[in-house]
Nanobody, 121 residues
């Protein structure tokens, strides 16, 4: 009923920047929090950043000051601008959203399939 599609991943050099996008579509009534998580090879998935419907943001300590999360509620889209990228930022980045659909009164969490970000020279 709800699909999240990420885009914007790719190869970038250390110190560079990249912006990820994630668009939600489907039978959406409203979207609460949206966020980004990442999973590096051999590691568990970890939270990167979240943003509420009102715009309150939260970041992992490892990305504070380098990454910025934002959203466009008119487009049901969340963005992650990543700056000063490091090799340790290499991971698959997953978008998630807490969505209430038009057919169910309770909100549920949905996930995208992920987009690969590789930071390497």
């Amino acid at each position: 009923q709800v699909q999240l599609v990420e885009s914007g991943g790719g190869l970038v050099q250390p110190g560079g920047s990249l912006t990820l996008s994630c668009a939600a579509s489907g039978s959406i009534f409203s979207i609460n929090a949206m966020g980004w998580h990442r999973q590096a090879p051999g590691k568990e998935r970890e939270l990167v950043a979240t943003i509420t419907s009102g715009g309150t943001t939260n970041y992992a300590d490892s990305v504070k000051g380098r990454f910025t999360i934002s959203r466009d509620n008119t487009k049901n889209t969340v963005y992650l601008h990543m700056g000063s990228l490091k090799p340790e930022d290499t991971a698959i980045y997953y978008c998630n959203a807490n969505v209430r659909t038009i057919t169910y009164i309770y909100a549920m969490d949905y996930w995208g399939k992920g987009t690969l970000v590789t930071v390497s020279s």
